[in-house]
């Protein structure tokens, strides 16, 4: 059509990279999906295999909002490649019921009223599952710091901390 | 982020062989730290080699008594491994003082040695940086600068390096393993980080061919008088304002050896032996603190925003090394500062 630039004007368009073929196993399910080299595991769980739980906040690594669990350890899905995770099983926050009941964390957030919005709890949650696998936390101080990967701007964090400890205790209540 | 293609490496050699052929690949293990700069286009690469296959995850002994670190350990399996715990007490304390546990659970040993530097204007592409882009001025100097350095810097860049491992590992002396076609070499850690002067846009002495495979740690341990001070702005998951890695060794009350590595005050973990040396037959009291802490801190020059931290800077060295002294180390979960 008259007026629009020439195609000639434009730069030659580069080929992109091709989609690799990557296997992700999330929630004791097995997916092959197509994705660019540059798609995080974030942005794979949500828009390839709709799993929104999994919340993006920051998506730098400095909300803990995207943490999910990989082979048993919280990461941060924003800074992680899907490609580099082939093979690796993944849980998210849809993961952890089990049978219909909710994961005793889950239970015990709501029990303790941790959260408002509502936003960071699915990674607050994966974060503290993380938390009790790995064992170090005994004091609330310990639980604090390394609950520290985890921001809540409502500011729930005596509640967060009452539910992680009542789980923690086996008396969740 | 600019697209991009991947592949991977099987071994030492392939991942050298692959850097060469490609000159703007990058290396990619974690990925903490470069995946963030790619999102921010501040790190351009039209190729990641990821390297997490490689055999660079064990910790072994020396025959020297000390350590060898693969290059791909994750901080966390680091920081709480037995023998790092026992002995090396320090590296672990300062391990733990930094970022958070989803992020030390992804980053590796070699990554965080080259993680680059959090100044705000590094990061903002819309703003001059001489580390992003040489030759295009510092937008610090004049900007907010609160983060950034007292020692060391230059008029084209005041930014400071923004780890904490690689303080503890200077105070340790510990030993940077890497390898190239050519060959392997050992680069000192107190070596290793740069000063800017006028090439800010390069951090470390480690050549763009050559990948890290280990860090060592000598024999001297310090596992009885140490301490990891770290001052920020929030206590708990942010950048060091400044801190100190404090290692002694005390005998009938006087210091034997002293070890003082600052973080967060200049572009490498600050060390100066004549400080060090200053302590060495001293009392360990106030008195002698407070004058090593004067030598390490000559020269300083803050901005506008950051010269509160020369007399931080001062007194944290003071309380890090009664800390160390007192055998009373800093804890990492316990913020009051004792």
């Not at chain 1, 629009?4 to 990279?17: D, G, V, Y």
């Not at chain 2, 501040?42 to 072994?60: A, K, S």
């Amino acid at each position: 059509m008259q007026g629009r630039p020439q195609a000639t004007s434009h730069p030659p368009e580069r080929s992109l990279p091709p989609k690799l073929e990557v296997n992700l196993h999330v929630n004791g399910v097995e997916h092959r999906v197509f994705l660019r080299p540059w798609t995080t595991l974030l942005d794979a769980l949500r828009e390839n295999l709709d799993l929104t739980g999994t919340k993006k906040g920051c998506d730098h690594g400095q909300c803990g909002a995207c943490t999910v669990l990989i082979n048993g350890r919280r990461v941060l899905s924003c800074l992680t490649l899907a490609v580099m995770k082939d093979g690796a099983k993944i849980t998210t926050i849809e993961g952890l019921a089990q049978n219909g009941e909710l994961h005793q964390l889950q239970t015990a957030f709501i029990a303790h009223d941790g959260f408002q919005c509502g936003y960071c709890t699915p990674g607050q949650i994966c974060s503290a599952v993380g938390l009790i696998a790995e064992g170090r936390a005994k004091t609330s101080d310990e639980i604090r710091e390394l609950m520290s990967g985890n921001i809540c701007r409502c500011g729930c964090y005596p509640n967060i901390l009452a539910a992680i400890e009542a789980v923690m205790q086996g008396a969740q209540t | 982020m600019i697209d991009f293609d991947y592949v991977r490496a099987n071994d030492v050699g392939d991942a050298l062989s692959q850097i060469t052929k490609h000159q703007a690949a990058k290396f990619i293990a974690g990925g903490t730290n470069l995946i963030d700069l790619m999102k921010e286009d501040v790190e351009q690469p039209t190729r990641l080699i990821d390297i997490t296959g490689l055999p660079l995850n064990e910790i072994h002994e020396t025959q020297t008594g000390g350590l060898k670190i693969g290059a791909l350990v994750p901080n966390s399996d680091l920081a709480y491994d037995e023998r790092i715990t026992q002995r090396y007490p320090l590296l672990s304390s300062a391990i733990l003082a930094g970022a958070s546990p989803q992020l030390r659970n992804m980053a590796s040993t070699g990554g965080n040695l080259l993680q680059r530097t959090r100044c705000l204007y590094f990061y903002d592409t819309a703003t001059p940086c001489n580390k992003r882009s040489p030759g295009s001025g510092c937008g610090a100097a004049e900007g907010f600068n609160r983060m950034n350095a007292i020692l060391g810097w230059s008029k084209s860049c005041i930014a400071v390096h923004p780890s904490d491992m690689c303080v503890a590992l200077s105070a340790l002396d510990a030993v940077v393993h890497v390898s190239s076609a050519k060959g392997d070499r050992a680069i000192n850690s107190t070596d290793f980080h740069r000063l800017p002067g006028d090439t800010p846009e390069i951090d470390t002495n480690l050549a763009r061919d050559e990948i890290i495979t280990a860090v060592e740690l000598p024999s001297e341990k310090f596992a009885r008088h140490y301490s990891y001070l770290k001052i920020r702005d929030r206590l708990s998951y942010a950048f060091a304002l400044v801190s100190v890695a404090a290692a002694l060794k005390i005998e009938e009350g006087a210091i034997t050896c002293a070890r003082v590595a600052l973080g967060g005050v200049a572009h490498k973990p600050w060390r100066v032996p004549a400080a060090e040396q200053s302590l060495v037959g001293e009392l360990a009291d106030r008195k002698a603190f407070s004058s090593a802490a004067d030598i390490i801190l000559q020269g300083a020059i803050g901005f506008a925003h950051n010269r509160f931290k020369i007399e931080l800077a001062r007194r944290a060295i003071v309380r890090a090394l009664e800390q160390a002294a007192a055998g009373t180390p800093q804890s990492q979960s316990v913020k009051v500062i004792v």
